[in-house]
Each structure stands twice: as structure tokens, then as C-alpha cells.
């Protein structure tokens, strides 16, 4: 698809998806309708073995507890206190797994200290367990606030890692301003509606940018996750490591759960470190709709589903 008219969609979809019909529409019919294609379950019991399954095909996961824009403080500790139990249960099953969050669902909109302070318990939780945090990048207006959030736990931990989005004009420099940290970034492409003056809305743009920040952070020896299903970008990746030599540690691919299982089996079957993000829970409906904003064909499946019934 042209990429004018793919942007147009995008934006389409995005708008549509805050109206409160659609909301309400999609809410309650969303997960029997196709949801379940990009959402692992509604509870840790469905995930897990979501999560069983990738790890027996050599790929690690992320688990992300699905919720964000959270306004009330009582909500907010609640999803703090779900991701240290997740913690727990992840370290006595076994299974490989992370955990991935959003600053939103920890509370930022409510007040930087509650969120800080939800965060920094599950990053210490996580600490004593050997595991991971990656605090995943939502809309411009809060990747300031994420990244000075990022900096301030990685003054007491070095299990915390961060996500920029090569679609924003400003990754660059964050990149770079982030060197002396040695930082582990995801780098994907970014999923949000943003103004042309915060991001660049051509696709050829955020790719091109996308390439320009896996060379900037590997070349600062700061660990990357490339998370994209690009073949392209993919591609250009592979053959960056092989030139250069990047050793395992310093890299992996990282894919969404359902989006292109069989790419997603080629790397890891090429010995490449794969991570998949296995999102669960009952608050869906926002992961959902950006996973139908990013290609048309999703949005007709889902139409398609509906009209069957
Ligand atoms: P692109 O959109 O160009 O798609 C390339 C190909 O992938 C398509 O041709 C298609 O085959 C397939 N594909 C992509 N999306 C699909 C979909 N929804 N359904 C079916 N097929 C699809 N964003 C963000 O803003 N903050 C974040 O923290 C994260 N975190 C994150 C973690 C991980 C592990 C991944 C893979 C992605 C994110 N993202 C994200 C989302 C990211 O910004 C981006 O929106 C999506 O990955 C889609 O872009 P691609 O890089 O796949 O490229």
C-alpha cells in the first residue's frame, strides 16, 4: 500500500479507536472477534502457556500486563502488585520471561513519585529474581518524563532498560545522549499518532532513522533489541552483525505475539536471540487497536469475523 494512503489509515483507525461507541463495540465483542490473534490471554494461566510454547521454539518472551492511562492511585498499585506477583510466578515456573510496563499504568498521570515509586519496586523485585524490566515508550508527550525516569532508577539498577521509537525526530540525540549509560534499548518504530513536526511521517524516513539507530547504539556498545517485523530492517540487521561481528549478547530480534510467527521461527531457527512480547490481561482494547492501525488487512479480518456471526 502507498505509504500517503497507509498513513492516512493509520490515523483513521487511531481516531476512530478513542470514539466511545467503537470503544464499547470492541470491548465487549473484540477478543472472540480476533483479539486473540495479538493478545495471549486474559489471565497468567492462558499466557503461560502461550509463553511454554515460544520457549520450547528457542524464543525468550516478555510478558507485558496490558493496561495504561490509569488515573486512580488504588489502580495503579494494583497493576504494581500484579507485576510482582508475575515476577514471582515467572521466577517458579521457569519459564523465560521478562516483564515489560508502561509508565501510564504505573501511575504517571497521576503523579511522577507514585510512578516512580511503583516502578522502582518492581525493578528491585525484579533485581533480586535475576530479571528484566523493560519500561516500554508511549505517545511524544511523555518520552521527556520516560527517559529522566529511566535515568534516575539506573542510578541503583542495571536491570532496567528503555524503548525509543525511530519515528521521532528526537531518538537520535537521545541515543546519543544516552551512551555514557551503556543503555539496553528496544528500538522499534513507534505506534502512536504524532504531529509531522514531532515525527517523521514518511515510512522510508523512520526506516532509514530506524537502520541509522541500531548502528549509533550497537557502535556505543549499548545492548539492542531490534523490534520490528521489517523483513527489511531484518535483513539489514543480520548483515550488520555478521559484518561487524556483534556478539550475541550485545543484540536480539524482538516480534509481537501473532504477527509473523513464521519469521519469527526463521531467526531463532538461524541461532539468533528472539524475544517475543506476549501481552495478557483484560485491558486489551488500546494494544488492540494500534496492532489494527498498523495494517489495513487486520481491520477487514476483524470486519470479516463480525459480519460472519
Ligand atoms: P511495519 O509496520 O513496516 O511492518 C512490517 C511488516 O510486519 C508488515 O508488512 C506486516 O507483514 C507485519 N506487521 C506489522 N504490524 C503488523 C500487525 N499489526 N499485524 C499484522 N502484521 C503486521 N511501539 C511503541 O510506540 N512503543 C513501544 O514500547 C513498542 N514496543 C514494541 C515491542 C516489540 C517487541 C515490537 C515488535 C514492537 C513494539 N512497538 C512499540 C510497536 C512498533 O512501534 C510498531 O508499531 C510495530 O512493530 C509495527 O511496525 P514494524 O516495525 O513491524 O514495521
Known sequence: MVT??????????????GNRLVTRLVSRYGMRLGARRFVAGEDWEQAVVQVKALNDSRMSTTLDYLGESVTD?????????TYLALLEKID???????????????????????CVENVGAIVRKAADLGNFVRIDMEGSAYTQVTIDIYRELRRDFDNV????????????????SLAGLRPDLRLCKGAYLEPADVAFPRKADVDE??????ALNLGQGGRT????????????TEAYIRENRVPKELYEFQMLYGIRPALQ??????????????PFGTEWYP???RRLAERPANVLFFLGNLLRR
Open 225 to 236: 533489541a531490534v523490534a520490528t517485523h521489517d523483513e527489511k530492517i531484518i535483513s539489514w
Open 4 to 17: 500517503g494512503l497507509h498513513s492516512f489509515f493509520r490515523r483513521l483507525i487511531l481516531t476512530l479507536a
Open 209 to 214: 532513522n530506524f537502520k541509522n539507530l541500531i
Open 73 to 81: 492511585t488504588a489502580q495503579a498499585r494494583a497493576a504494581r502488585d
Open 92 to 114: 517458579a515456573s521457569g519459564v523465560r520471561a521478562s516483564v515489560s510496563l508502561k509508565l501510564t499504568q504505573m501511575g504517571l498521570d497521576i503523579s511522577r513519585e507514585l
Open 161 to 176: 532498560g528503555l524503548v525509543i521509537q525511530a519515528y521521532l525526530y528526537r531518538s537520535e540525540e537521545d541515543v546519543r
Open 287 to 289: 494494544y488492540f487497536t
Open 265 to 278: 521461527r526463521r531467526l531463532a531457527d538461524a541461532g539468533h536471540p528472539v524475544r517475543i512480547y506476549v
